[in-house]
């Protein structure tokens, strides 16, 4: 599931330290960005979370091969998404700069103007965070 969140850091008894449930690197997810009102936009992405030392220290945004009728367009919900600017100009947390503050996805909120590339960016981060996550735990 993706509800990879803070509340996955507990306190290490021997040290009073919190323990990560993320195991360190990069890790990768790839989805598509669909318009699901409209169909009227649809382009893929890749998502980069880096960990390090056990937080969510990095994460970066590229387009896939496939970038839809408009990719110009999509160039402005990406970006929307990823520094928090909406429509209305107002600048509010970014979905990368919440999931590095919360140290995971959940209670992260999407960016008006950019929801379904915001929702789609949530996800993907989810994934990459599991894929850390399990990697622990089969480390553990």
């Given at each position: 599931?993706?509800?990879?969140?803070?509340?996955?850091?507990?306190?290490?008894?021997?040290?009073?330290?919190?323990?990560?449930?993320?195991?360190?690197?990069?890790?990768?997810?790839?989805?598509?960005?669909?318009?699901?009102?409209?169909?009227?936009?649809e382009y893929e992405i890749n998502v980069n979370v880096?960990?390090?030392?056990?937080?969510?220290?990095?994460?970066?945004?590229?387009?896939?091969?496939?970038?839809?009728?408009?990719?110009?367009?999509?160039?402005?919900?990406?970006?929307?998404?990823?520094?928090?600017?909406?429509?209305?100009?107002?600048?509010?947390?970014?979905?990368?700069?919440?999931?590095?503050?919360?140290?995971?996805?959940?209670?992260?909120?999407?960016?008006?103007?950019?929801?379904?590339?915001?929702?789609?960016?949530?996800?993907?981060?989810g994934e990459a965070l599991e894929a850390s996550a399990?990697?622990?735990?089969?480390?553990?």
């Open positions: 599931s993706s509800d990879v969140c803070s509340s996955d850091l507990t306190e290490d008894p021997g040290t009073d330290e919190p323990v990560s449930a993320y195991a360190d690197g990069t890790f990768t997810a790839s989805g598509w960005v669909i318009d699901s009102q409209y169909a009227i936009f880096t960990v390090s030392n056990g937080l969510i220290t990095d994460i970066s945004v590229s387009f896939g091969e496939d970038r839809s009728e408009d990719p110009e367009e999509n160039d402005y919900y990406i970006e929307y998404a990823l520094s928090g600017r909406t429509k209305s100009g107002k600048f509010l947390p970014g979905v990368p700069e919440q999931v590095k503050e919360k140290q995971g996805i959940q209670g992260v909120d999407t960016v008006s103007g950019a929801t379904y590339t915001s929702r789609t960016l949530i996800q993907l981060i399990s990697l622990k735990g089969s480390n553990a």
